[in-house]
Antibody, heavy 120, light 108 residues
Framework: QVTLRESGPALVKPTQTLTLTCTFS??????????VSWIRQPPGKALEWLAL???????YYSTSLKTRLTISKDTSKNQVVLTMTNMDPVDTATYYC????????????WGQGTLVTVSS | EIVMTQSPATLSVSPGERATLSCRAS??????LAWYQQKPGQAPRLLIY???TRATGIPARFSGSGSGTEFTLTISSLQSEDFAVYYC??????????FGQGTKVEIK
């Protein structure tokens, strides 16, 4: 059974750095082709893809946010970490992690999401 | 970057009726398109991939069609649990893996 769960602070201040952790089970990020992505959704708005890391430690980022994002993995802990620097109130959103692969490339399993509010 | 445009933004449908949702890509994505359903307070759920293949456990009343730049999600007979927001997503050319803006299916 595949599960993913996001964790991190519910509230961050403007200019701070956000660190989110995705802890997953039921698959391994050391399996060829396996990937984990981060996706966010501001309240009442659409989904926005942020970043992806694959089994080979290749990393891909949203063009508009790439200077602020870093994605990493700890295969032994079954975790993927996303950091986003210089947080702003417009970054207030629910942040999801989701499983995907380089072949299928759609998101077949999602975490429940974690709401991050940026406010002073 | 491929832009995905969904229409309409909101679709009002009576239970039991058919719903037809559209998704257009700014350039061809072949059949590399997925549809997701999202209910309030929940994560998106994969419905369709490969433009027309239902994901595991998805009822047969959901069907997808199209290729290239024009895609359709059809719900043949809306059930109460189908009222939700639906997103399309292309995965032909990435990064980024882009989503549409969503179509909200509401009760008429």
């Amino acid at each position: 059974q595949v599960t993913l769960r996001e964790s991190g602070p519910a509230l961050v201040k403007p200019t701070q750095t956000l660190t989110l952790t995705c802890t997953f089970s039921g698959f391994s990020l050391s399996t060829s082709g396996m990937c984990v992505s981060w996706i966010r959704q501001p309240p009442g708005k659409a989904l926005e893809w942020l970043a992806l890391i694959d089994w080979d430690d290749d990393k891909y980022y949203s063009t508009s946010l790439k200077t602020r994002l870093t994605i990493s993995k700890d295969t032994s802990k079954n975790q993927v970490v996303l950091t986003m620097t210089n947080m702003d109130p417009v970054d207030t959103a629910t942040y999801y992690c989701a499983r995907t692969t380089v072949v299928t490339a759609y998101f077949d399993y999602w975490g429940q999401g974690t709401l991050v509010t940026v406010s002073s | 970057e491929i832009v995905m445009t969904q229409s309409p933004a909101t679709l009002s449908v009576s239970p039991g009726e058919r719903a037809t949702l559209s998704c257009r890509a700014s350039q061809s994505v072949s059949s590399n398109l997925a549809w997701y359903q999202q209910k309030p307070g929940q994560a998106p759920r994969l419905l369709i991939y490969g433009a027309s293949t239902r994901a595991t456990g998805i009822p047969a009343r959901f069907s997808g069609s199209g290729s290239g730049t024009e895609f359709t999600l059809t719900i043949s007979s809306l059930q109460s649990e189908d009222f939700a927001v639906y997103y399309c997503q292309q995965y032909n050319n990435w990064p980024p893996r882009t989503f549409g803006q969503g179509t909200k299916v509401e009760i008429k």
